[in-house]
């Protein structure tokens, strides 16, 4: 029986990824657009640091355990699990040459403390406390340790002035740019999302989002671009359009129910109706500070009514009143993902879709959509980040929470764009090898 020594990729890296791969620098810092390559070539990166480096210790890092597992754990279980294990028990990958990589998480930044590692690897910066990158820093403490990290551009905020800011060198497509007073060991490499020629059917998935997300979101999330927000959150709502009379609504129609909880804040839910041809129809609401749960649950129940298809959903965060509904009260309450992108690219979705109507008695609603602002927090007047002001958060949160359910993408007007999936990649694979091709041996080797 032959046992596997030896790291395959079935890789082929576009121009940004190889430049990537062919840096020298202590630190190295991918910035690129959604969809870019970035986590693989970060999964790389660790595979060939365990494979030539034998004994070596390192570092994965990812903001927490969930992020970790739908984004970097797929490609570094194809590359690692052929030569080495996966232990469960210290949650760390063991190769067969003594080399170890160990999970931490950024979302417990005492937690990442300990011995020095001959490399680190980050996945998604802008999601980290800054705090974190300080501490995994301190651990990259030998003359050969390496860091590598990886992330979207999230506006102005600690990832731009911390690395993007004193980098000694930014490389992208046109070339690189010097900073003579910037940290040498530090480069930063920037693509847009179309610049991965790798990737297949890119470009339709592209021109939808540059359709129905606001130009700021768009040119940050898919053109690597540094963005900074101002004004309304949901300039697309148009009174005129968004604002009318439900129709009567038959109970066969499916109910969304989004519920924002607050202690010292209001505890705001928001109701919606979806026709048969998508049209979703917010017939009713309710924001209102200090009230037991007991009211909630009534309020709830009147917002229900003689619907047959319901689907409450709260953020993940609120589980002890989720528990309490559902045991008391009998009102099971799903948690939804507390990601605000989320939340913010499907409303301006729907709403240049022209797909959400809000009864006119919802008043509170409608002046939360003409209200709901990003902070003024520079000297220009723009956000540094991408978190909207407190004020009116707790309706939009709500209605966002709603309007993610798998209901609402489900009836979306024509065809889905074809997702790039791991499983589609593992299937090609499985056609490269029937075909005899096979994997592809590495040609890349780290250049320390």
Not at 109 to 114: E, F, N, S, T
Not at 185 to 212: C, G, H, Q, Y
Request: hydrophobic fraction near 40%; aromatic fraction near 10%; proline fraction near 6%.
């Amino acid at each position: 029986m032959t046992t596997a020594t030896a790291i395959h990729l079935g890789y082929e890296p576009h121009v940004m990824q190889e430049k990537f791969h062919a840096s020298e620098a202590k630190v190295r810092i991918c910035v690129a657009g959604t969809r870019g390559g970035k986590t693989r070539a970060l999964a790389v990166e660790c595979a060939l640091a365990m494979q030539f480096r034998p004994g070596s210790v390192g570092l994965i890092c990812s903001p927490d355990f969930p992020m970790f597992r739908r984004n970097l754990k797929a490609y570094l279980d194809e590359l690692i699990l052929p030569v080495g294990t996966f232990s469960v028990r210290d949650y760390c990958y063991k190769h067969r040459n003594g080399s170890v990589a160990w999970i931490v998480y950024a979302e417990a930044p005492d937690k990442m403390r300990g011995v020095g590692a001959d490399w680190v690897a980050g996945d998604e910066l802008r999601m980290w406390p800054r705090e974190a990158w300080q501490i995994v820093t301190i651990r990259a403490d030998k003359p050969w340790s390496r860091m590598w990290g990886v992330t979207t551009p999230n506006g102005k905020d600690w990832v731009y002035d911390d690395l993007m800011s004193t980098a000694g060198k930014a490389v992208t497509l046109d070339g690189t740019r010097t900073n003579p007073d910037g940290d040498a060991d530090m480069e930063i490499f920037s693509w847009k999302t179309l610049d991965n020629t790798k990737a297949p059917d890119l470009r339709p998935v592209v021109e939808r989002a540059k359709r129905i997300l606001p130009p700021q979101f768009f040119e940050q999330e898919y053109n690597c671009s540094i963005e900074e927000f101002t004004g309304l959150v949901y300039p697309d709502f148009r009174p005129l359009e968004h604002v009318g009379s439900a129709p009567a609504l038959p109970a066969d129609w499916p109910r969304l129910i989004g519920m924002d909880f607050g202690a010292a804040d209001p505890t705001a839910i928001v109701a919606f109706a979806v026709d048969d041809k998508g049209a979703i129809y917010q017939y009713d609401e309710w924001c209102e500070a200090g009230q037991p749960l007991r009211t909630h649950a009534d309020i709830l129940k009147r917002m229900i009514g003689d619907a047959h298809d319901v689907t409450i959903r709260a953020g993940k965060d609120a589980k002890q009143e989720m528990i309490e509904l559902r045991d008391t009260h009998g009102i099971v309450v799903q948690g939804a993902d507390l990601d605000f992108i989320a939340r913010y690219s499907r409303v301006t979705e729907l709403l240049r879709d022209d797909r959400i109507r809000v009864d006119p008695n919802c008043e509170q609603t409608i002046r939360a959509y003409e209200r709901y602002r990003w902070p003024m927090k520079t000297t220009g007047g723009a956000s540094r980040d991408l978190k909207p002001m407190h004020a009116f958060s707790d309706l939009m949160d709500a209605s966002g929470y709603a309007l993610t359910a798998d209901i609402v993408a489900a009836k979306t007007a024509g065809p889905r764009p074809t997702r790039w999936s791991w499983g589609r990649i593992r299937a090609d694979i499985k056609k490269w090898r029937r075909g005899g091709d096979g994997w592809r041996v590495p040609t890349l080797q780290p250049n320390w």
